[in-house]
Structures are given as structure tokens and as C-alpha cells.
């Protein structure tokens, strides 16, 4: 049993270039998010999912797009990447209902320079 | 909105010795869990201890257990006999239960260090 899988571990990127961080799950979980972790900030909601064909803005959306054509996938697009952006990226994943927390992928390092 | 504080950004304990780090949170919502998650110097996100609001048992987890105060909205967690591999940041995280607002906010997170 995978988890919750994230692709690539690191990935160093130009300004203005533009990039999916792709996340899959196998757990058949409907809620998916991700998050950003930055020194001193605690992780913060980009963006989450409750299911397929849904998702919703969470607490730091700008410069980001998601879409969940499927149950397992749940892809982060940057569509114009800024050195602001430079982070650890988290995707996690949780079933509806038992209340026992979120599944973390092993996080993605972007760089934007 | 909800947020949670975590007010003691580093701590540090002695290996074998007991240490507690705080938490508090803010909502209006009466029905939601509360979390403890680890991540070690690897950055994985360990899920540690869980607690349901409606439930007023504290959890426990073998070395790991929690105060719950729900009417002064804490969430303190207790390691005894710490060992070196407990070194690690460690979150504080609340889930609103109900409708379909399943996020989890975190606090910013206690650096906890075990000495030798």
C-alpha cells in the first residue's frame, strides 16, 4: 500500500517557468489538499478537494490551480513561478468521516530563482 | 475561522525526562478533532495522537498523551520517557467535523529537541 505518493522529491525552477507537482493517492480517500510549509509558518492550505470535480480555495491560493478529474490524482499547477514560491509542498489525503487526520505524501522542495 | 497557537517555538528536555508542549485553539464550532503530528528531521508528517472534542477522555498513545481542555480550548501534549527520536517539530492541528469542511489548520509548531 503506496499512501499517498508525491513526484518529483525536488525540483529547482526559473522564474516565470510554470510546473505541475503531481500527487496520487491509493487509499480511496475523498479529501485530498496541499499545503505549504515555510520556516516559522506552520503548514498552510493551498488548496483541497472533497471529491472528484470539486475543489476550493484554501488559505494561500494565489499563483495556484488544482483539478481532481479523479479519485487517486491530485495535481498542484504553478502557472508562473516566483521566487516567493519557493517552499516544501505537502499533498495529504483523509477518508470522510473517521476523523483520523490527514495522510502526508513525503513533500516536495521547490526552488524558484 | 479557526486558528491555533502554539506559543513555544523551541524546547528542549533531557533524555528519559517527561516534557509537554502547549497548544491552544480558537473556534465557534462545538464538534471537531484535534491533533498532534511529528515530523522529523526526514519531513515526513507523522500523525501522533488524535482527540475527538465530544469526547472527554484524554487519548493516550503509549508514551504519548494529551490534556484536553475543551472549555479553555487547550490541547497540551505529553511525552514521557523521551528518547533521541523524539527530537523533531511537532504541530498542533484542528478538523472541523461536519458538513464538508474537513481542512486541518495547523499551528506554527514547537522545535523539540532530546538531549543525551
Known amino acids: 500500500n503506496a499512501g499517498v505518493t508525491q513526484t518529483p522529491k525536488f525540483q529547482v525552477l526559473k522564474t516565470g517557468q510554470s510546473m505541475t507537482l503531481q500527487c496520487a493517492q491509493d487509499?480511496?480517500?475523498?479529501?485530498m489538499s496541499w499545503y505549504r510549509q515555510d520556516p516559522g509558518m506552520g503548514l498552510r492550505l493551498i488548496h483541497y478537494s472533497v471529491g472528484a470535480g470539486i475543489t476550493d480555495q484554501g488559505e494561500v491560493p494565489n499563483g495556484y490551480n488544482v483539478s481532481r478529474s479523479t479519485t487517486e490524482d491530485f495535481p498542484l499547477r504553478l502557472l508562473s513561478a516566483a521566487p516567493s514560491q519557493t517552499s516544501v509542498y505537502f499533498c495529504a489525503s483523509s477518508y470522510r468521516g473517521n476523523g483520523y487526520g490527514y495522510t502526508f505524501g513525503s513533500g516536495t522542495r521547490l526552488t524558484v530563482v | 475561522a479557526q486558528t491555533v497557537t502554539q506559543s513555544q517555538p523551541e524546547m528542549s528536555v533531557q533524555e528519559a525526562e517527561t516534557v509537554t508542549l502547549s497548544c491552544t485553539y480558537d473556534?465557534?464550532?462545538?464538534?471537531?478533532?484535534l491533533f498532534w503530528y511529528k515530523q522529523p528531521p526526514s519531513r515526513q508528517m507523522i500523525l501522533v495522537i488524535r482527540q475527538e472534542a465530544y469526547k472527554q477522555q484524554n487519548a493516550t498513545e503509549n508514551r504519548f498523551s494529551v490534556n484536553f481542555q475543551k472549555a479553555a480550548k487547550s490541547f497540551s501534549l505529553k511525552i514521557s520517557d523521551s528518547q533521541l527520536g523524539d527530537t523533531a517539530m511537532y504541530f498542533c492541528a484542528f478538523m472541523n467535523r461536519g458538513g464538508s469542511n474537513y481542512k486541518l489548520t495547523f499551528g506554527k509548531g514547537t522545535l523539540l529537541t532530546v538531549n543525551p
Open positions: 473556534t465557534s464550532e462545538n464538534n471537531y478533532y
Open positions: 487509499m480511496n480517500h475523498e479529501y
